[in-house]
């Protein structure tokens, strides 16, 4: 059996990113914002201080950090790769990101035919 492509990547600079916030915080988690107050951003927090429910997705993990979204936003992104990338500018007002002066962004791609074949052999359809 093949290897499934990971559901969630980040860049170096998003990866040099959270290790400066886990130095700074301790151990940390992703949840992707559907919207509302923070808009679509990758939200950074204290591992465990965001309450996952039983109908979040765990994508993946980033360096060790586990990666979140809600199932109803994954129907609409389980055919897209999400890479999690650093930008300059304001992060969102409960990201641990805020106030650094840069944030996350999520940037994706469509997985190819054999991508999305290898996901659902490897029983990552979710």
Do not use: K
């Not at 988690?29 to 765990?58: H, I, K, L, W």
């Amino acid at each position: 059996m093949t290897d499934p492509v990971p559901r969630v990547t980040a860049t170096p600079a998003a990866l040099a990113f959270i290790g400066e916030l886990r130095r700074r915080h301790g151990p940390l988690m992703f949840f992707q914002s559907g919207g509302c107050c923070d808009g679509s951003a990758p939200m950074c927090y204290p591992d465990g201080e965001f309450n996952v429910s039983d109908t979040d997705v765990r994508l993946g993990e980033l360096d060790g950090a586990p990666f979140y979204m809600g199932v109803e936003q994954f129907a609409y992104w389980e055919h897209t790769q999400l890479i999690i990338d650093v930008v300059e500018g304001n992060g969102g007002m409960f990201s641990l990101d805020n106030g650094t002066g840069r944030r996350f962004l999520t940037r994706s791609r469509l997985f190819t035919d054999e991508e999305c074949e290898r996901l659902r052999a490897g029983g990552s359809g979710r």
